[in-house]
């Protein structure tokens, strides 16, 4: 009965209802006494905080991750933060593959959801691609790392905090082991840049990695590759500049060299898209550079990522509609037109993103006491920055009242499944509907 009432489950629902039985094995875990430091229960809704964060590639904490948990918390927070970044249908194929059994028609359907992908045409070669070019770039960010880490704390403690961050920063996730996150390394320019390049190599997206690097054989780049490397440079590029001249003369920097602070500009523009990694504390930043890192964690990384935000993608089909609608000019792309369903997506995605974040920050400017001398700013980090799936904040997440929690929990979530997938497992939209209604006119505008 319980099988038959799986099978009945639609692709989004199916995948909904994985994700949050992963985040509720982790929460248990995390929850055990020998799961903390202390050696004592942690309360359960900080352990789901953590476990939904880990999961959801966030890294928003409510208790210090070096502090707080054990080597076996530490243990279960990295391994739900690779489940999460990979996907939990990546890592099912591949244990079928290596069984020796066959995925069925229903297991490539979720598959191809979660990786966002449209044909099933060499998906199980997709998957070992994956598993490879994750566990290549994580071993290089790793071996880059140690040469920082093994000097400073020794060989097991330094392999351990290279292999840890190496990962969390490829899957975006955040989370960190020296309980202020990079602050310290701001005057060290290969963690810097070592750490920006594993966020940029996880947020661009497998399938687009996987067409850089098949380049010398194909010849050509898809579309979609082209228009992300361009989109991603154009973020980077003129977000480093506006973090320059917002930051150059500010206190934060006056102790670093002019190319450390360049670096740093860097790091800012990178680390909102949408990894959480924090080199600077964001109380102490500009006006200017707090509205430009929001809005780069609500843009966020590449669809098929590791990333959260609502796409590079999203935001410039929806730009370029705009632009070609004011122009009048049909949606056009590459010498392609655009289907309208890819156009009604963006919007969708767009809005409702919007409509969720302005909904859980009035919720939580009515539940959550302001910090002396701080504005509707520090609620805002927090929310763009939990629907994104990012993890940076301004300090006020251990003191979260449970509704808080529990409205964060939510758009973590959201986040990491999809706001499409999320909304589309509600209810039934596999149906086809065949009742058509007499068209209307409507003044708007």
Known sequence: ???????????????????????????????????????????????????????CVTGQTTLNTAQHWSPFGKLVIITLIE????????????????????????????????????????????????????????????????????????????????????????????????????????????VMLTISVLIIAGGLGFIVWRDLLTVYRNRKLMRYTKLIIIGTLALLLSSTLLFICFEWNNQTWQHLSPVNRVINSFFLAVTPRTAGYANVDYNFLMPGSLFLTI???????????????????????????????????????????????????????????????????????????????????????????????VGLTMGITPQLSAVGKLVLIWLMFMGRCGLVTFLWSLGSHEKNWQIHYPEMNMMIG
């Open 1 to 55: 009965m319980e099988k038959y009432k799986i099978k009945q489950l639609t692709i989004p629902q199916y995948i909904v209802v994985n994700y949050m039985a992963i985040i509720l094995i982790g929460g248990i875990l995390l929850a055990l006494p020998f799961a903390s430091n202390a050696h004592q229960w942690t309360n359960l809704l900080d352990a789901m905080f953590t476990a939904t964060s880990a999961v």
């Open 83 to 190: 489940i999460g970044g990979i996907g939990f249908m990546t890592l099912w194929v591949v244990f079928f593959t290596q069984s020796g059994r066959r995925t069925n028609l229903r297991q490539r359907r979720v598959l191809l959801e979660t990786l966002n992908i449209e044909t099933m045409s060499g998906s199980i070669d997709i998957v070992k691609y994956i598993i490879k070019f994750t566990l290549a770039v994580q071993s290089l960010g790793a071996l880059v790392l140690s040469l920082v880490f093994i000097p400073q704390f020794g060989w097991v403690k330094g392999t351990l905090y290279s292999v840890f961050h190496s990962i969390s920063a490829f899957n975006n996730a955040g989370f960190d082991l020296f309980g202020n996150s990079l602050i310290n390394y701001q005057a060290n320019p290969l």
């Open 295 to 389: 809005a780069l964690m609500f843009i966020g990384g590449t669809s098929g990522s590791t990333a959260g935000g609502v796409k590079v993608s999203t935001v410039i089909v929806a730009g370029l509609f705009l632009v070609n609608t004011f122009r009048g000019h049909p949606m056009t792309l590459y010498r392609r037109e655009l289907r309208e369903e890819t156009l009604r997506r963006a919007f969708f995605i767009l809005t409702m993103g919007f409509t969720f974040i302005l909904f859980a920050t009035l919720i939580l400017l009515i539940t959550e006491p302001f910090p002396h001398g701080t504005g509707i700013e520090v609620i805002l980090m927090e929310v763009v920055s939990c629907f994104s799936t």
